[in-house]
């Protein structure tokens, strides 16, 4: 479905509770000659705060728990390594059991969104160990593409943060590029037996597979959809994002708008602004021309030292005007402030430190 990425070169890992939707788990459960009220139990258990293991599961008998124990073996991604930026935002290190790692961030809003709702905690997961879409602004793709991460390692980084509101599928990896896995992952994340995250408060982001963003609007998900678009125009994308010699930005920008008619949801542009590459006037023009009538709005991202690129972000003053030109043509913007600089937290700083 996906050529643009090279096969997975590690073995992926056996099983794990987490890789079930509360459905299989019923499945297995009546397949093991056990009552299907089994499996909402076990569902509860996994997904409670904080999550309870096999040996802890009071409520089931002590021979199903070894039944549990046996077939299940797999621990899952073990965390090792927590560090915490002085603007609330967390990373978290994880080992998983094939000796790869992955990073997880926490950022919280510290804001409440109404009266009735918590502080918004959005959870940045990834999908894959590296990535094989080598944008050149982005530390993961600089070692390539290990692995996908099975659906129930990405589960289970959502339990690592705990008490989640939003989750965003920006870490490590292009999500659709493990779509079998990322959509599980999802349909798990939904369950109202588990952790009930509404589709309308996750977010898949992608650097543009025209193919699988097809699949997606067919998929009757309310998942919000991210675009990596970081440049107006062919020639300058193909230069940042490789992907875009496969998927031009006439494929790209058609795919997001029938994702945003299918879905009735607005589609987010993610543009990086990188001092004297896409941050002139012109592009700015070109931006809006492009995205003229599409119900979208735009996140300007300042570009964050990544070792390994030359590039950084313009100044504040070009930033702003930036904006200003997008948002004179009505097309909504917002100028992110980064999170996480400190602890190489921040988008396009997701490193494979250990992955080496
Ligand atoms: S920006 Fe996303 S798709 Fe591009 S190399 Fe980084 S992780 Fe991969």
Not at 16 to 31: G, R
Not at 145 to 160: F, H, P, S, Y
Not at 302 to 330: A, D, V, Y
Request: hydrophobic share 35%; aromatic share 6%; charged share 25%.
């Amino acid at each position: 479905m996906e050529g643009n990425r090279s096969k997975p070169l590690l073995r992926v890992p056996s099983p794990s509770l987490y890789d079930f939707t509360f459905q299989e788990l019923t499945d297995w459960v009546v397949d093991q000659g056990q009552p299907p009220y089994r499996a909402r139990q076990v569902f509860r258990s996994l997904y409670r705060n904080p999550p309870v293991r096999i040996p802890e599961m009071s409520d089931l008998p002590k021979e199903f728990r070894k039944l549990l124990s046996d077939s299940f073996p797999q621990e899952g991604p073990a965390s090792v390594q927590t560090q915490r930026s002085s603007d609330g935002t967390v990373k978290h290190l994880s080992r998983l059991s094939d000796g790869q790692f992955l990073e997880t961030v926490l950022i919280p809003s510290g804001t409440r969104q109404t009266c009735s709702e918590p502080s918004r905690r959005t959870v940045c997961v990834s999908t894959q160990v590296g990535c094989a879409y080598s944008c050149a602004f982005c530390a993961s793709g600089q070692l390539g593409l290990k692995r996908d991460l099975t659906a129930g390692e990405i589960v289970q980084q959502i339990l690592l943060v705990q008490r989640v509101t939003n989750v965003v599928f920006m870490g490590m990896g292009e999500p659709l590029a493990n779509y079998e896995n990322l959509l599980k992952a999802i349909r798990i994340l939904n369950a109202p037996e588990g952790l009930k995250i509404g589709a309308r408060r996750i977010t898949i982001s992608t650097v543009g597979l025209v193919p699988m963003i097809e699949r997606l609007a067919k998929e009757n998900l309310q998942v919000e959809l991210s675009v990596s678009l970081h440049a107006p125009n062919d020639e300058l994308r193909g230069k940042l994002m490789p992907v875009n010699r496969k998927y031009p930005l006439s494929e790209l920008i058609p795919a997001a708008k029938a994702y945003s008619r299918a879905t009735k949801r607005m589609i987010t542009f993610e543009y990086i602004l990188i001092d004297g590459v896409n941050d002139g006037e012109g592009e700015a023009r070109q931006l809006r021309k492009l995205l003229q009538g599409l119900l979208c709005k735009v996140n300007l991202i300042p570009c964050h030292p990544t070792p390994g690129t030359p590039w950084k972000h313009p100044p504040l003053s070009r930033m702003i005007s930036f904006e200003k030109l997008l948002r004179l043509k009505g097309i909504p913007c917002t100028l992110r402030r980064s999170r996480g600089l400190d602890i190489e937290g921040a988008c396009g700083q997701l490193r494979l430190r250990y992955n080496q």
